[in-house]
């Protein structure tokens, strides 16, 4: 059987990072094991080709959560990469790190070290980007951070409309604050996707000291006791031949937050009860494992558009043709941006103490119903969310049978607040939909549509239309021993075992106010220090 320092299952944000990182000391050995393929499929590398990888099963794990009444009884669709890079691979590329307040409530619940001073530090680190301000952004990182290089009308008229609404122009939502409106910041480099495979990981493939296995599916944990010595794996996938690797001194999850909780109930390390209904001999209690889904959760707005052409239009036949020579021999026009360029965010409340509401816009739509395919008329989307839902679900193994996809249940809107928040929400984009900037573009407000008033009938139609943003966190959730719920210390080790650590976004304890590669790709980071021991740097000094 071969033999690694760290044997890591995941390449995805927060493993590649990771095997980067780890492998940086040439001393110390690291397999990665990842179930999907290398990233050689051209649409991963083109921005638009989002919509192309979106229901790839070759790349995508192409989940379906459980029907709820949130959901009003539909099964949400939820895409995560499966591929070199993970969901980095496939994502919509917005780059967005979210709230001081978000880490700092980590901390407050116990785990030190993760503040918002502390955690800063690991986001400059990793990035690389031009403009803002230096106590906050990273300037020479491996994590390209650019802007739209690219201007619409409408985007214009709705950032317009949002001013005009109170909310103001934010130059950047990553500094000091991130109330406001803009144009979005994306992980794109000269028009091509910035994964993290393809900023971290594949620099450091050349290292003897690196070994990436892709095709290779971790099946269970091999474990003597509380002690984690190695990973089980099948070549290919099901019916694959089955291997070993085992790790010298750790064995690091970073399958994500649906797969991480899975792999460690598959290997006796979960709630009792479910681990028993499953036929597999109970390793370690441990009550936590799969429960504190979080997720964010967005109905769509969408409107016909006149007097201007939309990316509708150009995405189809010879228009079509000159944005693929567009992008082909100056890597730009519409093939190169992402699939939303316009980030609003404010308060469902003035007494809030920060922004609660998340808003993306862009001068596109996709069919109603059908996720990922652009519709034939002008038209224009806008999205709303909580930022930081409190409803919680549970990821579950649906058999002993690892290749079976584990059970998502979501809960989306489960709780009270989390319907008011997205109806203030709701509201608000009908607000700017119909504002004076915009009104010169507006046809009619295709979906919900006008006779869509009372509170109750907005509710219906976000349980009936809404999906995932595809956010999902805090499934093996970080906290301290006192914690019953917890699954990992603050070192990112598993409670109760040995050589074991969980290292991606299941970590974290609570929805962060963002999408989450930032903050994958930090958990990244900062795990490959505490592996290896190196002292945290300086926390930043923040403005109070
Ligand atoms: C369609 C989509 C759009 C998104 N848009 C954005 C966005 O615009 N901005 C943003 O910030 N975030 C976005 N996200 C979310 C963000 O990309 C993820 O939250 C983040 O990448 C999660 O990182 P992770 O390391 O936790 O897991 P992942 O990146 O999902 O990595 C997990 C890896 O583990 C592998 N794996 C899992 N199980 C096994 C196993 N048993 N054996 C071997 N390998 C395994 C997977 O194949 C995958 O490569 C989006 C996500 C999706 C899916």
Known sequence: MEAFDY?????????????????????????????????????????????????????NWCYDMEPSEGTAGRRVFAPRGKTLGGSSSINGHIYNRGQRMDFDNWAQRGNRGWGYADVLPYFRRMERRLGGDDTFRGRDGAMEVSDIPWRHPLCDAFIEGAVQHGIPRNPDYNGTTQEGVNYAQRTIGNGRRVSAATAFLKPAMKRPNLRVITHA??????????????????????????????????????????????????????????????????????????????????????????????????????RLGLEVADWVFRRKGILGLSPTLVYCFWRSDPGIADCDMQMTFTPASYKEGVQGQLEDEPGMTVAPWQQRPESVGWVRARSADPFAAPIIQPNYLAEAEDQR????????????????????????????????????????????????????????????????????????????????????????????????????????????????????????????
């Open 7 to 59: 044997v890591i299952v995941g390449a995805g944000s927060a493993g590649s990072v990771l095997a980067s990182r780890l492998s940086e000391d040439p001393g110390t050995t690291v397999a990665l094991l990842e179930a999907g393929p290398r990233d050689w499929h051209p649409f991963i590398h083109i921005p638009a080709g989002f919509i192309k990888t979106f229901k790839n099963r070759r790349i």
């Open 217 to 318: 599916h971790a099946t269970g944990l091999i474990l003597e006791g509380k002690r984690a010595l190695g990973v089980r794996y099948a070549m290919g996938g099901r019916g694959g031949p089955a291997r070993e690797v085992r790790a010298r001194r750790e064995v690091i999850l970073s399958g994500g937050t649906y797969n991480s909780p899975q792999l460690l109930q598959l290997s006796g390390i979960g709630p009792a009860s479910l681990i028993g209904d499953l036929g597999i001999p109970v390793v370690h209690e441990l009550a936590g494992v799969g429960e504190n889904l979080r997720d964010h959760y967005a109905p769509r707005f969408t409107a016909r558009v006149k007097n201007i052409a939309t990316i509708n239009e150009r995405a189809r036949g010879w």
């Open 421 to 544: 928040v997205l109806l203030a929400g709701m509201r608000l984009a009908r607000k700017l939909i119909h504002s004076a900037p915009l009104a010169p573009y507006l046809a009619y407000e295709a979906y919900p549509g006008a006779d869509v008033q009372t509170d109750d009938e907005f509710l219906a139609v976000a349980r009936e239309r809404g999906t995932t943003t595809f956010h999902p966190a805090g499934t093996c959730r970080m906290g301290p021993a006192s914690d019953p719920a917890a699954v990992v210390d603050d070192q990112l080790s598993v409670h109760g075992m040995e050589g074991l650590r969980v290292i991606d976004a299941s970590i974290m304890p609570m929805m962060i106010s963002a999408n989450l590669n930032a903050s994958a790709l930090m958990i990244g980071e900062k795990g490959a220090d505490l592996l290896r021991g190196r002292p945290a740097p300086d926390a930043a000094v923040l403005p109070r």
